[in-house]
């Protein structure tokens, strides 16, 4: 065993043996999200490094502690990329945050989410065991899809050693179009867009405008381009707003000191494309063909649950102040039973980023 | 005085669980007798059978809940089942066990149009969903060989793929929302109709778990909008070497066809006289590659492909003038398996994924094996993701032929984790792939999986036995095999 992943699995053991919680720390970049950081740091980003990586094959194998600007950059040189758009949030994130956190950026409507790019993983559980899941292939029903449940995990299970991915080709066109309607038109022609074959990448919605992003082969990105009409902006307008769409760089995603200090949130609601305009104070960012509706406003969280329930989803306290109305919405008790069961599966000793998730966990 | 404790009889036994079945069940829902339950002895891997206690049929969730307590109560082992085409013997019944049917939960609930969903129960077949969902121009994805007959629930329960995985996913990237009861019969739902749910993602844990985690009755499923026009390629290859080779060519230019397949010419001549979709006999092999899209998309693509394939050495190319051609291309290779069985009195089908770039060297050590086990293998891929299906051919009644055949399928697995891939791609490891479980995970990565199988079964009565090799399976077969280059079970006292 290498030295950076052995003196990993002594932590693991003397965490274990002592009940001392550890918080799994890749770049920190996403700190400022889920419930908050408990436990001694373990610096992961010491297991770096591409693994393994064959263009043809469209499988990348890389260790967790990977800038996942790294990555992204040794797929682009093949023209290659994550077709999931991880968001950056700072510079310094890795890979087994990204997948830890679980988050995918405006394309995720169209080309599926980090849990769906998983392949395969290799874990340190709770007791100490370095395990590996899945694969490198893209089928593959080997027992159950563990390295799947690790996406979104937030690291309550175990610390990601190696992660392989499937990666995709770039787009050879894309096109950005823009349109000056209400939020109601909007949902309503992205619903119907989404039931046609359509090259649709990524689509946000602010303040009177649909921008829609169209990829694919350049005869389809053209020909949808003649037929939904609307503004084109410029490629590199279109790129930088996509960009800090995903990066929430734009001015919507950022809450000052000042906002913060007045109970301003950033909610993000997850609901069905098709669910009616949610009404809520403050102001709002759709993407995702409707289906992830960000919320700024002071609402509190009940009634900031209670709307995304009545609109079939659920909401996250994104950024804000005061999380003591808990940042993820509560589970069943089933769901939770189900939880705890797995935590006690796989961290019997209850070291990994306790509470992160939820209390308890 | 002690009291005698005895086992009790099996009839006794049925007796019990057939009177708290009809409990929970109209009379007619439960079949006991063994003419009536001769039908669900085993499914599509008939070389395993086993009788079970009663095969409950329930039509509503409220008996389905009913059942699973009553069940549960008794500490009786319950297998879900769908259609019965697993191959994998997935549904292969407990000898003292339930075989929960979920044949009539056979209703399409909704399509909803703008959403681009259906909800189904767990009984509906694979294709009636697009058949339904045509009417919108949309369809459902996943396409198993068996989808006139395979039920979405099955679907869930292996994970299903198809021939379109590569471009459109297996079932996991397909369903958003699986509605259920846990093996006590609370209710529970994993995903939702929103992209994405509060907590861990336990849908991609369900899907796939064989019917072990939780019984599906009723799912949501994403629809596409149907492509306005697809063509296939057909192009020959003189040796399967290139034809490998092409396959990597085609992925390398930044092109995911919607289906890329190969059949190697001991299949072709196997098909071409089942079907007589003109397949080029003279050829080593041969590459379906499909795309899909918009027409014009389409004709881009195709002109990519062909120049491709055609740098890659292919010795002729044909394009699908018409959709009754492609369906014809195609009509071959969705035959495969029946045109198999024309030729020999009875077929293994293996399902191993590898890495693409290990293809020829695959095929090459399926040929030492033919000569090695003195039986004849016929092969297709999903050449697009890497996965196989050799076809081994043998004669049952023969019994050496059959032990020969075991031993043959055991290589290609052993030799397909050794190339990198895995012991099964989509038809799932059942009691089939038990032994080659052992090859592909450590004991520790067992006994994991047997941890998450008790967060949601502590009692282990769903499905039990299957998926999850015991240590002892593992360590009596681990007495021929060795594990990642270590010596299997060093921890386990040998004598």
Redesign the interface.
């Known amino acids: 065993m290498e030295a950076v992943l052995a003196r990993i699995v002594d932590r693991v053991h003397h965490a274990r043996l002592h009940q001392s919680p550890l918080e799994i720390r890749g770049g920190g970049t996403k700190s400022f999200y889920g419930e908050a950081p408990m436990g001694e740091p373990l610096d992961v980003t010491g297991l770096a490094g591409i693994s393994s990586y064959e263009p043809t094959e469209l499988v990348v194998t890389v260790r967790a502690g990977t800038p996942l600007a790294e990555l992204e950059a040794a797929l682009g040189a093949h023209g290659q990329c994550l077709p999931f758009e991880p968001p950056h949030f700072s510079a310094g994130g890795t890979v087994g945050g990204m997948v830890a956190a679980g988050l995918s950026g405006p394309a995720r409507a169209n080309v599926g989410s980090v849990r769906d790019h998983v392949l395969g993983l290799t874990l340190l559980n709770g007791r100490a065991e370095i395990l590996t899941f899945g694969g490198q292939v893209a089928k593959n029903v080997a027992g159950y899809d563990v390295s799947r449940l690790m996406a979104g995990s937030w690291g309550i299970l175990g610390i990601l050693c190696d992660v392989s991915l499937k990666v995709m080709p770039v787009a050879p066109a894309v096109a950005t179009l823009c349109f000056d309607w209400d939020e109601s038109r909007a949902l309503a022609q992205l619903n119907r867009w989404a039931s046609q074959p359509l090259p649709i990448t990524g689509s946000s919605w602010h303040d009177g405008r649909l921008s829609l992003r169209l990829g694919g082969a350049r005869a389809a990105v053209s020909a949808a381009c003649g037929r939904l009409g609307g503004t084109l902006l410029e490629p590199d307008a279109a790129a930088q707003w996509w960009s800090s769409v995903r990066d929430h760089t734009q001015d919507f995603f950022s809450l000052g000191a000042a906002e913060l200090a007045r109970g301003e949130c950033l909610w993000r609601l997850s609901v069905p494309a098709t669910a009616a305009p949610v009404q809520l104070p403050g102001r709002q960012f759709i993407e995702w063909n409707g289906a992830e509706r960000w919320w700024r406003s002071t609402a509190g969280p009940s009634q900031v649950r209670a709307a995304a329930a009545a609109a079939g989803g659920h909401a996250t306290l994104f950024r804000g102040a005061d999380k003591s109305g808990g940042v993820f919405t509560p589970l069943g008790d089933v769901l939770m039973r189900i939880h705890r069961g797995l935590k006690q599966a796989f961290d019997p000793a209850g070291i990994f980023n306790p509470g992160r998730l939820y209390a308890g966990l | 005085m002690q009291r005698m404790i005895s086992q009790p009889t099996r009839e006794q036994r049925q007796a019990d669980v057939v009177a708290a079945l009809r409990e929970a069940l109209p009379h007619e829902a439960v079949l006991f007798r063994r003419e009536d339950t001769a039908p669900y002895e085993c499914d599509a891997l008939t070389a395993y059978r086993a009788t079970p206690l009663a095969v409950a049929m329930p039509e509503t969730e409220a008996q389905v809940a009913a059942t699973l307590a009553a069940c549960h109560r008794l500490a009786v082992p319950i297998i879900a089942r769908g259609a019965g085409t697993g191959l994998s013997g997935g549904a292969l019944p407990h000898p003292l066990g339930v075989i929960l049917s979920l044949a009539r939960f056979n209703r399409i609930l909704k399509i909803?149009?703008?959403?681009?969903t259906a909800v189904v129960q767990s009984g509906v077949r694979n294709l009636a969903i697009s058949e339904a969902a045509a009417a919108?121009?949309?369809y459902y994805a996943p396409d198993p060989s068996s989808q006139i007959a395979c039920t979405i629930g099955g679907n869930v329960a292996?994970?299903s793929?198809g021939v379109h995985?590569?471009k459109y996913?297996?079932t996991?990237?397909n369903v958003l929302r699986v509605r259920g009861f846990?093996v006590d019969g609370?209710?529970?739902e994993f995903g939702?109709?929103?992209?994405?749910?509060?907590?861990?993602?336990?849908l991609?844990?369900v899907?796939?778990?064989e019917g072990m985690?939780a019984v599906t009755t009723e799912v949501t499923v994403k629809?596409i909008?149907?492509?306005?026009l697809a063509r296939c390629i057909m192009a020959s290859f003189d040796d399967v070497e290139s034809a490998g080779a092409a396959v990597?060519?085609v992925?390398?230019r930044?092109?995911?066809p919607a289906g890329l397949e190969l059949m190697d010419q001991s299949m072709t001549a196997c098909v071409e006289a089942f079907v007589h979709a003109d397949y080029d006999l003279e050829a080593a092999a041969i590459l379906l590659c499909e795309s899909d899209?918009?027409p014009?998309?389409v004709?881009?693509?195709i002109q990519r492909m062909e120049e491709v394939l055609t740098q890659a050495g292919a010795s002729r190319l044909e394009v699908s003038r018409d959709e009754a051609q492609r369906l014809r291309f195609w009509s071959g290779r969705k035959n495969a398996f029946p045109a198999s069985g024309g030729i020999s009195p009875d077929y293994m089908c293996m399902d191993s994924?590898?890495?693409?770039?290990r293809l020829a060297e695959m095929l090459r050590a399926i040929q030492q094996m033919e000569i090695k086990y003195g039986l004849r293998c016929v092969n297709v891929f999903?050449a697009g993701?890497?996965?196989l299906h050799p076809l081994i051919l043998f004669d049952a009644e023969q019994p050496d032929e059959m032990r020969r055949c075991e031993l043959f399928g055991a290589d290609i697995l052993e030799t397909s984790v050794r190339l990198?891939?895995?012991?099964?791609?989509?038809?799932?490891?059942g009691v089939e792939?038990l032994n080659s479980?052992c090859v592909?995970?450590?004991p520790?990565?067992c006994a994991?999986?047997l941890?998450?199988?008790?967060?949601?079964d502590?009692l282990e009565l769903l499905n039990p036995g299957k998926?999850?090799p015991s240590l002892q399976r593992c360590a009596e077969y681990g007495k021929m095999h060795v594990h990642r280059g270590m010596l299997p079970f060093p921890e386990l006292p040998r004598f």
């Open positions: 909803d149009a703008a959403a681009c919108y121009g949309l292996e994970n793929g995985c590569l996913g297996l996991l990237h846990m609370t209710p529970v939702s109709e929103a992209l994405d749910s509060p907590g861990l993602d336990l991609p844990l899907i796939g778990s985690l629809l909008p149907k492509p306005l990597a060519s992925i390398a930044g092109i995911i899209g918009t014009e998309e004709h881009e693509e994924t590898i890495p693409r770039k999903h993701d890497g996965n990198g891939g895995t012991v099964t791609g989509e038809h799932g490891v792939k479980m592909q995970f450590s520790a990565e994991q999986f941890a998450v199988k008790h967060a949601f502590p998926v999850i």
